[in-house]
């Protein structure tokens, strides 16, 4: 068993931070008892893509899953169906990015320049996004394209859910896709 010893000054930065979060935002008060997230955001876990920054969400409005990749496997698709089945959420928005590193390890990979990845959690990842992109009809898809296609890939793996899938074909709750662009900030529909 591993033994956890944190030092309060490994992580000063982080406390400090929590620090002016209590002084200037009074919303998490309101929020203690009880959540009404009005959208589902899945994204990449790059630190340059954190949701409610880039979408300027007040709190308590996301549902923030981040995952390598925005990747969606199991464990993503029960955290959906909990925030829309116990939640009442209507809306998800899948957002991937330019220069995933994520992506460009399955790409170079699929174009012959890298061995998939040995570690069996980062492989399983870069497995999967291999997976969505081997599949691009293009001879010679570029790494633009091939991040477009996973993020449409991975919003289309929602509906393997038979909540979500019922729920998206009723009209009751809306699936989307976006891609943020790293060198200008701006985040466009797919």
């Known amino acids: 068993m591993v033994h956890w010893k944190t030092s309060r000054q490994d992580f000063l930065p982080l406390l400090e931070g929590n620090a002016r979060f209590r002084l200037t935002n009074r919303d998490f008060r309101e929020l203690a008892s009880s959540q009404d997230p009005k959208f589902i955001v899945i994204s990449c876990s790059d630190s340059r893509v954190s949701p409610s920054l880039i979408l300027d969400a007040p709190l308590g409005n996301l549902f923030e899953i981040r995952i390598a990749g925005e990747v969606v496997d199991e464990t993503v698709i029960g955290s959906v169906e909990f925030a829309v089945d116990i939640l009442g959420t209507k809306r998800i928005l899948v957002i991937g990015h330019t220069g995933c590193g994520a992506v460009t390890a399955a790409y170079n990979s699929l174009r012959g320049k ?15 996004i291999y997976g969505a992109i081997s599949k691009i009809p293009e001879e010679n898809p570029t790494l633009e394209t091939c991040i477009r296609e996973n993020i449409l890939r991975q919003a289309d793996k929602l509906l393997h859910s038979e909540i979500i899938r019922k729920r998206s074909e009723s009209g009751e709750l809306i699936i989307g896709a976006a891609l943020y662009h790293l060198d200008t900030g701006e985040l466009s529909t797919i």
């Open 114 to 128: 890298n061995p998939l990845p040995e570690g069996p959690g980062l492989a399983s990842l870069v497995r999967d």
